[in-house]
């Protein structure tokens, strides 16, 4: 009986300490937070709105399996949707984020973001060939400019991971002022089905450049 217990506390202590890891992790996230492309929201965005709230629901599983193998490979990349950022590239994209890992900014922190570089049924926002993005930029770091860039007709983001040559550059903005939310029209014609948008953020108080990748579904 003093075993079964002892067991059964620890297990709801060991519950309490990793609720509380993610609180902490959430608390430090805001202290320090920066920014993403939330409408149409990139991959982590997306995956933070829909499931910060009801993390432990297993239809994770099935509603919104690519998140769930995100969330299964490293929980702290959605709770850190705002931190897919890289320090001192000096404008050298290319080399700083090598074909692959273009979704988790070249594997930054750590490999933290890694997952999102899997190929997969990625839930994809429908939209029309022009339609506006929205950066929300909840640290008020502005933008020398942001550069969209989305994939060519015939790339398949179902089965494929994502490399410079897959892309065009369609749409470039800036400088752009602090603000903690910014729209932009983006024009991506000649495109049908599922897409990958590419946004490059480069922000404007320090040499600081963010990397997202955002599923859209274009209806023509």
């Not at 700083?96 to 900014?105: E, Y």
């Not at 922190?109 to 022009?130: H, I, M």
């Not at 369609?170 to 089905?193: I, L």
């Amino acid at each position: 009986m003093r075993l079964s217990l002892r067991r059964t506390t620890w297990r709801v202590l060991a519950g309490v300490a990793a609720v509380l890891a993610l609180m902490t992790t959430v608390s430090t996230n805001s202290a320090q937070a920066h920014g993403a492309i939330s409408d149409p929201p990139s991959r982590v965005y997306g995956c933070y709105e829909r499931w910060a709230g009801d993390w432990q629901n297993p239809a994770m599983a099935q509603e919104d399996p690519m998140c769930y193998q995100a969330w299964q490979a490293d929980p702290n990349a959605m709770w850190n949707w705002n931190g897919l950022l890289r320090d001192g590239v000096g404008g050298n994209y290319q080399a700083a984020v090598p074909d692959g890992t273009l979704c988790s900014g070249g594997n930054t922190a750590g490999g933290r973001y890694a997952a999102l570089d899997e190929p997969g049924p990625w839930q994809a926002k429908d939209v029309s060939n022009t339609f506006t993005m929205n950066l929300l930029d909840n640290s008020h770091h502005g933008a020398d400019f942001i550069r969209v860039y989305v994939t060519k007709q015939g790339f398949d983001p179902t089965t494929q991971r994502l490399g410079w040559g897959d892309l065009e550059l369609v749409t470039e903005v800036g400088p752009m002022p602090t603000s903690p939310t910014t729209p932009f029209q983006v024009s991506a014609p000649g495109r049908t089905g599922h897409h990958v948008v590419y946004t490059i953020w480069q922000a404007s108080h320090l040499d600081q450049s963010y990397y997202h990748c955002t599923d859209v579904n274009f209806t023509g």
